[in-house]
């Protein structure tokens, strides 16, 4: 391959990249709404685009659950369900529970090292404070895969395709959590406490810390609800953001409500 047709491959790449990226921050910022039809073509000219790589950022985008198409309607922003969304993560706690007590028992030594290696990914990403939209993505994407990880080392496949099943259907509540949810960021100490207990193969302590993790996560969708809400009307997510997060936060047995 020539020097200029690699350089017009990358510039390809880039433009898809960028329109990709884009579209996704004009959703979870709320410029595009919830249930909003998107026409492709005002969208293209929006962001300055043709419609092929606009049409490969929607069709990555209904994969990550952010857009919904339908034939002979095209895409439209998908709505949270705040309700279907606290269910599902009932059935997380279940799976994940499962998934870290099994773990204990199943988990390789090279399984172990990944674990690990996805925690101290997790504390160089705490020490940035997470400043920037690409440090929240890298947040959220290592929240997940260290579940998916564990969920992996049981070697169990119902469990395993059950689990992906789970979190790509709560893709959007757990973006809006990390983006709209202005609390103390336990999250590390939460997975620590997973991977530790796993480490130890204490499946007890194991079950007991991913359950108190999901339970956060419970906690943070009244947060979430409330910004949603706030949305819908109109109202800018940095003032939505402000007027929730001034409210007093709600207690359960004692503790402040935590993010994941």
Do not use: F
Request: aromatic content about 4%; charged content about 30%.
């Amino acid at each position: 391959m020539s020097k200029a047709a690699i350089v017009k491959k990358q510039s390809r790449q880039s433009v898809r990249h960028s329109t990709y990226d884009r579209l996704k921050e004009m959703i979870l910022t709320g410029r595009l709404r919830p249930s909003e039809r998107l026409s492709e073509s005002r969208l293209a000219e929006r962001i300055g685009v043709s419609r092929t790589p606009l049409r490969e950022a929607l069709m990555k985008l209904e994969e990550e659950g952010l857009v919904i198409g339908q034939r002979n309607v095209g895409y439209t922003v998908v709505d949270l369900n705040v309700e279907a969304v606290c269910d599902l993560l009932v059935v997380r706690e279940a799976l994940d529970a499962c998934a870290a007590e099994l773990a204990c028992k199943t988990a390789t030594d090279d399984d172990l090292d990944v674990i690990r290696e996805i925690v101290a990914q997790m504390a160089e990403l705490h020490k940035s404070k997470k400043t920037t939209p690409a440090d929240v993505a890298r947040d959220l994407e290592l929240g997940i895969k260290i579940h998916k990880v564990i969920a992996e080392s049981t070697r169990n496949i119902a469990l395993i395709k059950m689990t992906e099943q789970v979190y790509q259907q709560l893709q959007l509540a757990l973006w809006l959590e990390v983006l709209w949810v202005d609390l103390e960021d336990t999250g590390l100490d939460e997975h620590r406490a997973i991977a530790d207990a796993i480490y130890a193969r204490d499946g007890a302590a194991a079950a007991k810390a991913a359950r108190r993790h999901v339970r956060s996560s419970l906690q943070n969708m009244t947060k979430v609800q409330e910004v949603y809400r706030y949305r819908r009307m109109g109202i800018d997510e940095d003032t939505a953001s402000a007027v929730v997060a001034a409210r007093p936060r709600r207690v359960r047995n004692g503790a402040k409500a935590k993010a994941v």
